[in-house]
């Protein structure tokens, strides 16, 4: 499986379309790796500045927070997933993987297929369902507005959906191309939209004004932690994705700074966006984009929203899309890239004529949360600290091989991760429930790895990884 295999190849033995990306679990060959720092912002700030991202800030305004509280909880929590998330998106610099593959390092082969690849497919498959629905809502109501006439929120939500599955089934040359294009015609949109509240002739809505809301609570610690904890909880869930959209990449340092200068730049735009809006109704409205069409009665102004949404959709639910198909790639090894990822945008389509999708965003957020904080510990922990940073390539792919452990599964990180839910649960919000389990739940893996190897062969032997054998195909 570490051979380089040539798009043909794998077009012949996925019987997959041409021209469309052909490399699922398979590494990606040197010669490939040639995407810079630029195309990887444009990437990961098109998927930051989104409407739920953005409505999320409005929703903690509303909650009680100021202004700038709201903005900073967004962007601390985003900082701190993202923290976790570099640290992963190296192995797909340095081997070409994406992350599910690269998985099966910490919780084995088996354990990658059924554990993390098999949540990642879920929260995938829940994300694009609630992205089409926010967007399509937006666009209904807009739509509504500019024609006086109503329109419905399924049929809308269905054709966008499929729109967006048009896109990621291509692939990362398609998402690339997009995310060029979207990212400043997208900020264009959202200035626009500014300068439309402070032109509207409310006093309220003026930026002077709006930055300086304090809400009913201001910065109070446990409101403002709730908010934070859940978009840490959010971005968390990427962690396995993180090699997925890196490994195209030509250099670290290419990553390193396209990476973080877009979680920086991304969050704090989308939180200021969003928190505008509530803050300019006094935490009444917590949709800027009620709020813009509301305020304004130009069909231009409406035009403008409906592109954005339709642009910030494509962008986020392509790699929502992307990584669900690399994650169910992983569960299903013999099925390529393009039917997964077909699969799960059909799957997709289908939830997303659920209105309860919507509704019970904050839960469902929180839920997954609880499960991928402790996933994070201990694959930092193990990729980290026991493995330091070397794999074998060859071994990912060979059945009984090192990464085997024990009939597939490693039952320390299997442990560790249920161990983990529990210190989530129990650890008080006001403490930040997923830094503190990513800290415990890691060091706890890392102290009982090191107790364990030199009595269990199964798990010392995927930590004998020479520094010769981790440089198989990087």
Sequence with gaps: MTQEWSEDELEAQYHQPKHVEQYGVEPIPAHLKTVRWFDLFAIVINFLINPATILTAGMAVAAGLSFWAAVAAQTVGCLIAFTAYIAMATVGVDYGLPGQVATRITFGITGSRWITSLLRSIASTYWFAFQSIAGSLIIVTAWDRWSGRQHSVLIVSIVFSLGQVLVAVFGY?????????????????????????????????????????????????????????????????????????????????????????????????????????????????????????????????????????????????????????????????????????LAIGCAGVVLSTQGAVVQGYMQYTTDLGNLFAPIAGVLLADYIFVKHARLDLTALYRKHGPYWYWHGFNPVAVAWVAIGLSIYLWTPVVYVQSLTTVALTGAGYFVSMRMLLPHFNGLSRASRIAPSEAQTVS
């Design 173 to 341: 040359d398609w998402l690339k191309s997009l995310s060029r294009i979207a990212l400043p015609v997208k900020l264009t949109i959202l200035a626009c939209m500014i300068i439309a509240l402070n032109r509207s002739g409310n006093p309220d809505f003026h930026l002077g004004r709006v930055i300086h809301y304090s809400g009913r609570y201001g910065w109070h610690w446990p409101v403002f932690v709730v908010w934070m904890n859940g978009m840490a909880a959010a971005w968390l869930t990427m962690i396995t994705d993180a090699a997925d959209f890196c490994r195209y990449s030509r250099s670290r340092e290419d990553m390193w700074v396209g990476t973080i200068a877009a979680a920086v730049v991304g969050t704090l735009i989308a939180s200021l966006i969003g928190a505008y809006g509530a803050g300019a109704t006094l935490g009444a409205n917590a949709n800027i984009f009620n709020v813009v069409t509301g305020a304004s009665s130009s069909g231009l102004m409406l035009l403008a929203i409906v592109v954005l949404i339709v642009l910030e959709n494509w962008t986020i639910n392509v790699l929502n899309l992307y990584t669900g198909g690399l994650s169910l790639a992983n569960m299903f090894e013999g099925v390529g890239r393009f039917w997964t990822t």
